[in-house]
Nanobody
Framework: QVQLVESGGGLVQAGGSLRLSCVAS????????MSWHRQAPGKQRELVAT???????SYTDSVKGRFTISRDNAKNTMYLQMNTLKREDTAVYYC???????????WGQGTQVTVSS
């Protein structure tokens, strides 16, 4: 089992910044992919950004140039630096870890990000 705990959400004005963190613990495979997803009210959960254990990253188009995903493998922690936030970034943000050997997926409990105009 893997446990994921997100933090760093909150209320911010449009144009502001927030940094989310996700701390992983438990049976973490050496080869894994971590990712951030978000779900706005009334919408489906969407993938925001991914980062492999080797550091390869990808982003959904709507956040490219504004969000940066990173990780510290020594601390089993993933980050999402969110700059130039927009109202449409308002959502609950979830951390995900997928162990590549077993292909098991694990989710955090989510952290609310609210961007006001």
């Amino acid at each position: 089992q893997v446990q994921l705990v997100e933090s760093g959400g909150g209320l911010v004005q449009a144009g502001g910044s927030l940094r989310l963190s996700c701390v992983a613990s438990g049976s973490i495979s050496r080869l894994n992919v971590m990712s951030w997803h978000r779900q706005a009210p009334g919408k489906q959960r969407e993938l925001v950004a991914t980062i492999s254990s080797g550091g390869t990253t990808s982003y959904t188009d709507s956040v490219k140039g504004r969000f940066t995903i990173s990780r510290d493998n020594a601390k089993n922690t993933m980050y999402l630096q969110m700059n130039t936030l927009k109202r449409e970034d308002t959502a609950v943000y979830y951390c995900n870890l997928r162990n590549l050997g077993s292909n098991h997926n694990y989710w955090g409990q989510g952290t609310q990000v609210t961007v006001s105009s």
